[in-house]
């Protein structure tokens, strides 16, 4: 059911949670599905998360196509330092 979808609020609590749960070395993926406006807003959300783990010691990636019609899922990858 396309009308059924995950909110960010909710993304971003279980990422918090499982970062946490991470031990050096371990690693946090998610894949973004921005094909739809509440998929967009969620898969900008959960980027921004991200990228701010950078300035904690984290490495992260974002991998997915270029060049397609409308915005493709792409995942998102973080490594605990």
Known sequence: DHELTT???ET????EIAAGLLRPGGF???ICYPGHPSGA???????AWMTAL???G?????YG???TRRPAPFLL???KG
Not at 41 to 47: G, L, N, Q, S
């Open 77 to 79: 990858l973080a490594g």
């Open 12 to 15: 971003l609590d279980a990422l």
């Open 65 to 67: 196509a270029v060049g």
């Open 41 to 47: 807003a969620e898969a900008t959300a959960v980027e």
């Open 54 to 56: 950078t300035g904690l």
């Open 28 to 30: 946090l993926s998610v």
């Open 58 to 62: 984290w490495r992260v990636a974002r």
């Open 7 to 9: 909110e960010s609020g």
